[in-house]
């Protein structure tokens, strides 16, 4: 049965709110502002929680499902994050009261910048970004400014591996620089060669995703940051797989100027069908004064609101994602330092377990060992199965499809990342799934193209969607 | 170890089947030197010492319900109803992500289409996407996009001082001094109003942005002002702020804006501390291929039947890179979620209710603090729930004496608008009892003895 | 996909709960006491949760369907009431603290115990019952000691009318009463001249249900309590279905001694899969003295717990389901007088258009305007479909069952409550599958049989669970 | 109206559809004298103004949050975990009722059953029912239920007055002096113990009933007690209060308990100024067809599949009416719910933990207690985690004293046991830390200056 939309089950005059009544004379309307109405849908409160209800019940869910989505480290969101952000005292605060009326807000924020530096060996940290792609933007800005400080103005090119996310190219053209591909070596890092000519002084830095999108440890991660420094340019790193390397590596030693932390991924908050995420940016010494402001400054046994001196601005109004910094701080308080050492050692020991049940089935892209995720080839070779069939049909199976078709480097890549918070039985039962669908795509390859049959709507036609956008209710 | 389910037979079962002696040889890859480092962090705490922990943070606050509240400016303090978080606390909601398999994240797909299209009936708009992270960023894509319509060819940003001085922060940030993408103006004289603005539209400015109610409460006059920023080629950027004035008032799309973005906050989400919040965007069909962010749409499925899938994904940064219209990934869906579930929750005649309970209170607030001697209502056009007052002393001083009467006082206008020094903008929402804004007279006056 | 028991998840040695080190030094276990183990389940923390998501995902519930049993009110539970039943002042505080840091719970106490007074016409009120049932008891045990305490402990008799609860008898037995049953008349009504010939100076009283099991109301009621009053026996009247009453008229004025309420139906708080409910019973002035203590009485501006002189003695340790207290207060607050009132009229058109809809398919038991519920016989004749077959049914159409086999008069019953909280379309769309089946029936039979055929398991082999019961995991 | 979607034009369709005029109409049943009486109760309120006349309420209230807490007596501060909450709230558990029709209720139904199975081994039993109203109230049937066994040929009750006090008076309310079915007796002197009991086992005798943990904290000497009353052919029935002792102590099934009820607020729920509670009950499997409650039991379906249902429905009052072995029907199932992810998430080692630590913690406080002067910790058998202790002073006047330093003491052993005048049960738990044990050491110190 599909959910009527919302507008269908409106009725004319139906009501669910209520509202305290008016308890001051009225004032006139001011003539000529005022709209006729506002077509909003007319349900009861029943018929709102229904709706929303049954719908939610179309979705796979971490909460019910493994969702092994490379790149999106989807692992367990701790109920008791969602408990802390609850806490009355610690929300129901207004983002512009005196600063003395929101000193613990501002120690909480403060307590999360530093944890945030002692774990990737940052000088600095701004919490402000509100997602990965928007601490990318922050970082790029950032060295600009640093470039721009330093009367280097022309360095307006950034090197960007031809593995990396489309947000990091989309970000740096929308700062205004120019993005140079690099191609990968066979084993799966930056081709040093490629990067050696590259790198002069029109360049800007290099943004380099460590673990990369194949989920491999750059293994000339210090002579790429080095050959990066030498010509000038400052290294971002894209945090985006900082789970692998809690407690293992800290990029800034490692010789990043510049990251930014995706708080929902590594530190577990809930991405909400697609959001809210936090994307905190950790600088090197030479960019703390650019960071965007304002960032929390302790004074004796004061927090205080501050804007670096040649802060880059604010990236939006007021802190950032305050109610995702609640969950990520708790977070790392569950764990300690051993904790979170433990968290990348088994999210890599799972990958690298995965791994191994899968390949034989699905061949990996670089055989290495890998972090906390890793890519194999998707496709069926000897059938018409492509990776988004072996996808589809997952499904049937109970589980999330992995990330497909990226990254764009490896043909019909399928990206796997199971995350920490799975168990030995969930992998096997998954690897088994995998195995028996490599065989159905030989066997019975039909099941495959119908795929998936379990499922509330069955394969949708997206070409229709794109050709003639209904993008909301005609009715 | 919290959230790790591993117990050390199946950690051995593993390496095993890896190959691998240790845990630590997964890991030789990295670098030795800086091979595990040592994390001083404070040690785990349990679920109970983390939750005594943070409830001792939280009574270093002092959170809004211990407060009458007249502080607005950007973030509003609106009645959450109930069903809001029950809904949208669902697992199945909260711990999915971005639809990008359709076939199972229809709950997600049908609610943001839905969100999409109360937007646009809000805005009076054709379009709406899943969601910005803000208010502030989504103007800065507004103009981003103003320019991406102009294909390069007009880089003046044209802005009104009374935009929220946080927006126009962002866009600076955006669009830095130095950048060869576009310039932002038209603030720079912050009294300038809309006429003084009207008279900058040049067949440079890719946009005109304006902010209606205003940032300082005031209703624009926005009467054939969409047909002179189109008379010059350029586009009409409106911010909707509060959102909840739609309730009451016309909608952008009405007086012929381009571009609709506000922040969504006030529908159903607490005020947080600023954040998460929601970006709104909205536009016109012709522009839609052109629009930052992701955008549902209506389909079919194999047998026929009505589904829903992300689409138009070409403009997307995954499909795009850097020819993408914007950079967005993750959003803010969930707050989007709570928007939707608001909406219709509120509907046609709750959310016009709403709007109406705001403004009937906001004017009797203002009635009566211009009957007090030394403070003056500065705002003198229509305004919604937001107004000026001038007071006899400083702001800072006067909300200290507030405060200290459990009253959260107004915003101090004086720090972004010198010209407004001594001037508090005061917001009254349908959560201010007559009681309230009673207190906050009486104490008014008493700040003047 | 079934769900594997919790026990078939368990892994030797796992973990999920996070506790406190010790920061005492620990003390001698005492020898000869401790237990060698306890064989709980070993489950991680995400793996509870999805074993409890899932699982949860089995169930129908109001929140996503209709859900219309008769007799047990299953109206919309507002979701203020959960919040209100969280507000840690109010539900962090231990029952036997001292009444001066528990005032704000003894005054929703009281507040809750008048209001309950005042809607059904009572001079007292005990909110200690856990449900309707023990509401029984305690009702039929204050009975019994009403006539001890007259010198009438003769009166052990209790009159019950054939449509009675289950829970009626069952509650006179425990109190070591003598059931005896009265028949029902034609148009529903207790019959009177059964009753007349059974009143006697051995009768301790008769539990009346009003509106009945069929939904109608007792024509005769003033008769009826005049004729048990006039053999000097007590009227009992069972509250359950006190929501087509609620503004129409108190059981206090037509002659009730004493009444429960369920207020996990009347007022709206959630069923919870089979409680937990509330119970309280309210009582005429004679009967006073002798509730269940304590009760909650005012003094001056304070509140403080009370003893009736002549209590029967507690029901239950402590107050009484308090929590639901909570959420039944803010649904009276939420409704006020005229809102209550709104409840009852919308609960009986509701039902009476439904019955309107569904009685040319299944033909009412006895033909009146009903109140809050109807039934209707629910076999198909001429075919083998009898009212279980219907009721499976429906489950494919997405409606839970309404009540079947009960009340026992009646064959083939099918009772439906709709309650107030049920749009029209919701009416209509339940009446158009009652009638697709109704005809299904007839030329598809097979389809019934068979029914359900969209759930997770199909129809369950309760003869084999009774013959040889498996009644804790054996794995 | 809140909640009550009907429409006017909807009432009025709905109406002609019946035949009736009006809604009035639909009461002409009702005696004319007494329809449509005036209901005198408050105004209604909207959700914004309920909460806030129940916040005012809570703040008349002082939550145990607001203290150190060392009061248990039958209701127990321990920690909630959070999916507790989390899970239990979903409206799947939440709004759905008594699985009648197992094809919809599969989720109730094996969550029940698990809580069943966990119950079993929690107590060493080998049936657990799917829950009672609380524990006193489970005790009282666990005495029907004796009688039950002995079908009416046994009448005595035999009760231990170390038994809850709440405990034993609910058990008289159900068995008042002049019932034909039984006769309490055995806490008229209040100092009897288990040996002062056995004597009093005769034929006559249907159960013996006694608490273990026993009110007062100790543990009972139950070695050869069952072999004892069985051999009068009566039921060993135990009260296992505080159920988390479970966690450390032998289970009643170990030494012999043919009936075992307990209080099951601990496993993961609050407080809730004593309800909803949860009334535990298992038995033997020889007595399963005689025990009150529900019972969900496996089968398969029609296709093989594993499958729960009700089961053994004859005991029920639904379908046995006057001869069911009880009258419950509602019953308590989302608070067992709640204990069987309580018990899932502490698990097997978690639950031994935590009961460690109300142990160990127990007795450090009375260590401390011990050492001063005044004080004598008057429990001289081995306890769980609730002792004795004889104060210099009255426990009402002491615990006046220690509430006004943030400390709620003990309960007052005098009130029902005159010969534990000046007494006080204290309890602690995990949720006690040394800090706040350390801090109720100084104040009893400070008491008695
Ligand atoms: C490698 C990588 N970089 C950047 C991002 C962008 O992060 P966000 O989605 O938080 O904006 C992602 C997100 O999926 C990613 O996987
Ligand atoms: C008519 C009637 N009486 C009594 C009861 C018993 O109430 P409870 O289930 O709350 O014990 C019920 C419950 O279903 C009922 O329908």
């Known amino acids: 049965m599909s959910e009527p939309s919302l507008f269908e089950l409106s009725t004319p005059g139906r009501t669910a709110f209520t509202l305290p009544s008016l308890d001051v004379p009225a004032a006139p309307l001011p003539e000529g502002y005022v709209r006729a109405d506002v077509p909003l849908p007319e349900v009861s409160e029943l018929e709102l929680v229904r709706h929303f209800t049954r719908l939610s019940q179309l979705n796979y869910c971490i909460d019910a499902n493994f969702y092994p989505l490379g790149s999106c480290t989807m692992k367990y969101n701790p109920k008791v994050n969602e408990r ?8 129901q605060v207004h983002p512009l009261q005196p600063e003395e009326t929101l000193q613990g807000s501002l120690e909480l924020m403060y307590r999360l910048q530093e944890a945030l530096k002692e774990i990737a060996g940052f000088a600095g940290v701004s919490l402000q970004p509100a997602a990965g792609a928007h601490g ?52 799966g890092n930056v081709d040093l060669t490629a990067l050696k000519q590259a790198c002069d002084d029109t360049v800007a830095g290099l943004m380099l995703t460590n673990p990369n999108t194949l989920g491999l440890f750059e293994e000339h991660v210090l002579e790429v940051c080095e050959t990066v420094h030498a010509c000038g340019g400052l290294m971002y790193g894209d945090g985006a797989n900082l789970n692998a390397l ?47 402001g304002p960032i929390v400054v302790k004074e004796g046994e004061r927090f205080r609101l501050h804007v670096p001196e040649r802060s880059i601005g604010r990236v939006r109004a007021f802190f950032g994602n305050y109610g995702v910094f609640i969950r990520a701080y708790t977070y790392i308080r569950m764990l300690g330092s051993e904790g979170l050492r433990a968290v990348a050692e088994h999210a890599v020991l799972n990958a690298n377990y995965l791994k191994a049940l899968v390949s034989p089935h699905f061949p990996v892209a670089v055989e290495r060992t890998c972090m906390h995720e890793f890519v194999v080839h998707g496709d069926v070779p000897g059938t018409d ?69 379990s499922t509330p709507v069955s394969r949708l036609d997206e070409v229709k969607a794109a050709r003639n956008p209904v993008l909301c209710y005609k009715g | 170890m919290p959230y790790i389910p591993h117990t050390e037979a199946e950690r051995r079962a593993m390496l095993e089947t890896i190959g691998l002696p240790s845990l630590e040889a997964l890991f030789e890859d990295v670098p030795a030197q800086w091979r595990f480092p040592q994390l001083n962090l404070p040690p785990a705490a349990s679920e109970m010492e983390i939750l005594d922990e943070l409830n001792v943070l939280a009574r270093k606050n002092r959170a809004v319900g211990q407060f009458a509240i007249f502080l607005g400016a950007g973030a509003y303090h609106h009645f959450v109803p109930s069903v809001v978080d029950h809904l949208a606390s669902r697992g199945e909601f909260a711990t999915s992500y971005t639809p990008y398999q359709p076939e199972v994240s229809q709950g997600t797909l049908q609610a943001m289409f839905e969100y999409q299209s109360m ?38 940003i ?28 038209g603030d720079e004289v912050l009294t300038a109003g809309i006429s003084d603005l009207v008279v900058q539209i040049d067949q440079e ?46 909608p952008p799309g009405e007086y012929g804006a381009d571009i609709v973005v506000a922040e969504g906050q006030p529908l159903g989400t607490a005020l947080n501390c600023g954040g998460p919040y929601l970006g709104i965007f909205a536009t016109r069909e012709e522009y839609m291929r052109r629009m930052p962010g992701r955008l549902v749409g209506e389909t079919t499925d194999r047998r026929g039947q009505r589904g829903y899938v992300l689409t138009l994904t070409p403009r997307e940064q995954h499909i795009r890179r850097e020819k993408a219209t914007s950079n967005i990934c993750t959003n803010q869906s969930l707050i989007a979620l709570r928007a939707a579930i608001y909406l219709a929750y509120m509907g046609k005649q709750g959310l016009r209710a709403v709007a109406e309970l705001c403004y009937h209170k906001a004017h009797y607030a203002a009635r009566e603090i211009t009957q007090l001697p030394g403070f003056t209502v500065t705002t003198f056009r229509p305004f919604f729930n937001e107004f000026r007052v001038r007071c006899p002393m400083s702001v800072s001083q006067l909300n200290r004496f507030l405060l200290d009467r459990g009253i959260l006082g107004g915003y101090d206008l004086g720090g972004d608008y010198p010209h407004l020094e001594q001037e508090m903008l005061i917001c009254v929402t349908e959560m201010n009892t007559r009681e309230q804004i009673d207190r906050l007279i009486v104490a008014l006056r008493e700040a003047t003895r």
């Open chain 2, 205 to 250: 400015t890719a946009c005109l942005i304006i902010q209606n109610p205003n940032f300082l409460g005031e209703l624009e006059d926005v009467d054939g002002l969409a047909e002179k920023v189109h008379a010059q080629g350029a586009l009409l950027v409106v911010v909707s702020n509060p959102i909840i004035s739609l309730g009451l008032l016309k």
């Open chain 2, 158 to 185: 044209l802005i009104s001082p009374t935009i929220h001085p946080q927006y126009r922060q962002v866009l600076r940030t955006y669009l830095p001094p130095d950048s060869d993408l576009a310039y932002v103006t």
């Open chain 2, 119 to 156: 937007i646009t009936r809000l805005t009076g708009m054709e379009v709406a996407n899943a969601s910005h992270y803000d208010g502030a960023t989504a103007m800065a894509e507004a103009a981003l996009m103003a320019l991406n319509v102009a294909r390069g060819r007009r880089k003046k």
């Open chain 1, 136 to 187: 990318e933007l922050t970082g790029v800005l950032m060295m600009r400014a640093y470039h721009r400080s330093q009367g280097e103005n022309q360095r307006r090119k950034i090197l960007i591996p031809d593995s990396a996310h489309g947000t990091n190219p989309a970000s740096s053209a929308m700062a205004g620089l120019t993005v140079v591909q690099l191609p990968s070596d066979k084993r």
């Open chain 1, 246 to 292: 809690l407690g293992i590596a800290r990029p800034g030693d490692l010789g990043f100027d510049v990251m930014h932390f995706n708080l929902h991924k590594t530190f577990s908050t809930p991405h909400g069908g697609g959001g809210p995420g936090s994307g905190p940016v950790g600088v090197s010494e030479r960019l703390v004064p650019f960071l965007p």
């Open chain 1, 385 to 453: 199965v492509r990776v988004l069939e072996v996808a589809k049909r997952l499904i049937d199976y109970g589980f999330h499809p992995p990330t497909n078709y990226f990254p764009l480097i490896v043909h019909d890549a399928l990206m796997i990342e199971p995350t920490e918070t799975e168990s030995k039985q969930t992998l096997d039962t998954f690897a088994r799934a995998l195995a028996a669908i490599a065989e159905e795509a030989r066997t019975n390859p039909a099941l495959l193209h119908e795929a998936p049959h």
């Open chain 1, 84 to 91: 802390a952000a609850s806490i009355e005292g610690l929300t």
